[in-house]
């Protein structure tokens, strides 16, 4: 079974820190992806990768960073957390041959 | 710009009956996928629809996509309590990359 781990499952920050979500996949996938979930707007793409040292914005990038070192981790930076950065988020990988597999979602909270 | 559409959003059914829930998509694709999740919880994967007419069933739900009007659909049947969940449905873009663009979601809730 494809495993894809995200480090926490509920945090809680103060505006303005630096804040790193941890996302790690078990199963070779090329691509992995992080996305934010809120009420009434779904799930939004922040940052994609679809190889070690390669990156691309989504849709929402603004605020948020991203690294990926080696193929099995992606990490998401907020570079100084904000409240309107208060969201679920959510980790996936994927291959070109399968459907992305969802990390159990991080549940942030800026304070 | 992918754009994908579920409707509805909300969606109340007694036990027992059929529905359909839709999802449109703005541009070309030939790959989508359909999720459940439950409160608090992850996406888990229900079907991957990969080719115009593709048709999937697992028990009470079944999916289908034509990608002429792209659109796809996602029926239930019968309903029962444990299908209450929110499903989204997802598009991947024909151009380049393998992101997925996700509708809004449909929060189904099954009255007994």
């Known amino acids: 079974d494809v495993k894809v781990t995200q480090s926490s499952r509920y945090l809680v920050k103060r505006t303005g820190e630096k804040v790193f979500l941890e996302c790690v996949q078990d199963?070779?996938?090329?691509?992995m992806f992080w996305y934010r979930q809120d009420p009434g707007l779904g799930l939004r793409l922040i940052y994609f990768?679809?190889?070690?040292?390669?990156?691309e914005k989504g849709d929402i990038p603004e605020g948020y960073s991203v690294s990926r070192e080696k193929k099995e981790r992606f990490s998401l930076i907020l570079e100084s957390a904000s409240t309107n950065q208060t969201s679920m988020y959510l980790c996936?990988?994927?291959?070109?041959?399968?459907?992305?597999?969802f990390g159990q979602g991080t549940r942030l909270t800026v304070v | 710009e992918l754009k994908v559409e579920q409707n509805p959003l909300f969606l109340s059914m007694q036990e027992e009956k059929n529905y359909t829930i839709y999802c449109n998509y703005s541009?070309?694709?030939?790959?989508l996928y359909w999720y459940r999740q439950d409160p608090g919880k992850s996406l888990e994967s229900l079907f991957v629809?990969?080719?115009?007419?593709a048709v999937k069933q697992e028990g009470r739900l079944m999916a289908s996509l034509d990608t002429k009007a792209r659109l796809s659909t996602l029926h239930i049947t019968a309903a029962v309590h444990d299908l209450s969940a929110t499903y989204f449905c997802?598009?991947?873009?024909?151009?380049?990359?393998?992101?997925?663009?996700f509708g809004t979601g449909t929060r189904l809730t099954i009255i007994p």
């Open positions: 996936a990988s994927s291959t070109r041959d399968t459907e992305a597999f």
């Open positions: 199963m070779d996938h090329e691509n």
């Open positions: 990768s679809y190889d070690v040292k390669m990156k």
């Open positions: 541009t070309t694709s030939d790959r």
């Open positions: 629809l990969l080719s115009n007419g």
């Open positions: 997802a598009v991947e873009s024909n151009f380049g990359n393998e992101k997925l663009t």
